[in-house]
């Protein structure tokens, strides 16, 4: 009897193990997007003095140790805005949310100071790239000759009073790969994530027609704009894994991939109308 009861014991072991070898918990990402354009997350602050570069540290701590309290582990960055980034770069200038005017000096690498701040709260940093949009005429004028509409204007589109990069030109691949890989081997950076990694919105008519004409390759129109999109995701992924394997990439797509006989969304979605082929 003893020894069947050892045999019973063993055997319920036996299933036991195993189902608490998966009842552990996983590693949960607890996000939140921090955004910088316009200043609308952060900085309230123009940075133009001593005083005031302090006030814009202690501001975004602030937001940290909120957000570590509410138990965030991992914040998306606003690191690349609309052809501009936080951060001092060889490619884009810095951001007017800094300081007040495009191209402003804050005097302190934002960027490498919110990194060490979030380490320090254990939390990982991503670095958020906006990707295809560059700004209305406005911010584009602003840009100066440091634009990309200037410095590369035949990758770059107008569309409706706003600037986009070409998706269909290869040579778009490259520059946002080159932002990338200033950032990840310049950067102790967790991630790279990217945002607006589409076409417009609505936009059938987006003004493409020579580069579709160029590069086509007898494709569907369609379906040649999701293959782009996908292409530059793919390059921008392998530039990052390159540099540094361990860091992350990571991407918001909208949030429908396609309508649904059942559930339409009156024509807003990821795959017919701005061309995102998330599931690619």
């Not at 019973?8 to 607890?30: D, H, M, N, T």
Request: hydrophobic letters at 30%.
């Amino acid at each position: 009897m003893y020894n069947r009861l050892i045999t019973i014991y063993i055997v319920i072991l036996g299933f036991i193990i195993p189902l608490s070898g998966y009842a552990q918990p996983k590693y949960e990402i607890r996000a939140t997007w921090l955004t910088t354009l316009g200043g609308l997350d952060w900085p309230s602050h123009k940075a133009t003095s001593a005083k005031t570069i302090e006030l814009q540290k202690q501001e975004l701590c602030k937001t940290l140790d909120a957000l570590k309290r509410a138990n965030f582990n991992t914040v998306l960055f606003q690191t690349r805005l609309r052809g501009d980034v936080i951060y001092p770069s060889a490619i884009e200038q810095f951001t007017e949310s800094l300081t007040g005017h495009e191209g402003g000096n804050p005097n302190y690498d934002p960027l490498k100071f919110a990194i060490e701040e979030c380490h320090r709260r254990g939390m990982e940093l991503h670095a958020w790239i906006v990707t295809i949009p560059i700004g209305n005429t406005r911010q584009v004028k602003l840009l100066g000759k440091k634009s990309v509409t200037r410095k590369q204007p035949s990758i770059c589109k107008l569309y409706k009073g706003t600037w986009y990069l070409d998706p269909g030109n290869p040579q778009t691949d490259n520059y946002l790969a080159s932002i990338v890989r200033e950032i990840v081997s310049r950067y102790d950076i967790d991630g790279i994530h990217l945002d607006y990694i589409r076409y417009p919105e609505r936009a059938s008519d987006f003004p493409d027609q020579s580069t579709y004409r160029k590069y086509g390759k007898k494709e569907s129109l369609q379906q040649w704009r999701r293959n782009n999109i996908t292409r530059i995701v793919r390059r921008i992924y392998t530039e990052t894994k390159s540099v540094k394997p361990w860091v992350k990439v990571s991407s918001s797509p909208v949030g429908k991939y396609n309508d649904t006989k059942r559930y339409p969304s009156r024509g807003w979605n990821a795959y017919e109308v701005v061309y995102q082929d998330a599931l690619q």
